[in-house]
């Protein structure tokens, strides 16, 4: 079946340490998203990515950082820089960017604070 | 500017009631609408779709009509389960610099009663 994998589903954080959450996609999509997710609100779009090699800030894009070597990953770092990181964040993936059709999304990291 | 409001929850209904959830929107252009579903600890998956005026998205007995007069695209089903208890987010995506953007509503939550 294809799909979006995240992993880890738990993710824990300590102070001033940088962490990776993984996003692998196999349904061929050319662009990719990072949300983020907090109680009671939207999803907030952190990064995106339209093509290998390429990517783009969202609207929440301070203290994250994202690579895209390949066309079926998209990873995100949650630097030491984001004050706030405890949040749910979701990968998405859409065929291609400029696509009427819906953002397919992976499960989630549930990212917290030790 | 581009935003979706959808009405606050929790809705809470007994088993085999008709469901509302009211979904309205501001858009530049002509946007796609979504709605989509996320079930606890998990992604969102998409429930239904429409893109373009007076079009009518449906799955698993869920309705919802794109009206452009009034911006709108309520969800509705006419006799709701337990298992349709989650989290229900409207969407809309538009063309935005060089992208196809989406934009979400807060999510409204939904619980059955049995």
């Known amino acids: 079946d294809g799909g979006i994998t995240q992993s880890p589903k738990y993710l824990f954080r300590k102070e001033g340490q940088n962490v990776t959450l993984s996003c692998e996609q196999n349904?061929?999509?050319?662009?990719m998203y990072w949300y983020r997710q907090d109680p009671g609100q939207g999803l907030r779009l952190i990064y995106y990515?339209?093509?290998?090699?390429?990517?783009q800030k969202g609207d929440i894009a301070e203290g994250y950082s994202v690579s895209r070597e390949k066309k079926e990953s998209f990873p995100l770092t949650v630097t030491s820089a984001q004050k706030n990181p405890t949040a749910f964040y979701l990968c998405?993936?859409?065929?291609?960017?400029?696509?009427?059709?819906?953002?397919?999304f992976g499960d989630g990291t549930r990212l917290s604070i030790l | 500017g581009n935003s979706v409001t959808q009405m606050e929850g929790p809705v809470t209904l007994s088993e085999e009631a008709f469901l509302t959830i009211n979904c309205t929107y501001t858009?530049?252009?002509?946007?796609?609408l979504f709605w989509y579903v996320q079930y606890p600890g998990e992604g969102l998956q998409l429930l239904l779709k429409?893109?373009?005026?007076?079009d009518k998205g449906s799955n698993k007995g869920f309705e919802a009509t794109y009206r452009k007069e009034t911006t709108s695209f309520h969800l509705e089903k006419g006799s709701v389960q337990v298992s349709d208890s989650a989290v229900y987010f409207c969407?809309?995506?538009?063309?935005?610099?060089?992208?196809?953007?989406?934009?979400f509503g807060s999510g409204t939550k939904l619980n059955v009663k049995p």
């Open positions: 990515s339209q093509i290998v090699n390429d990517f």
């Open positions: 429409a893109t373009k005026a007076d």
């Open positions: 998405a993936s859409r065929d291609r960017p400029y696509s009427n059709q819906p953002q397919h």
């Open positions: 969407a809309l995506s538009v063309p935005v610099g060089n992208f196809n953007k989406f934009y």
């Open positions: 349904l061929n999509h050319d662009a």
């Open positions: 858009a530049t252009g002509y946007p796609s």
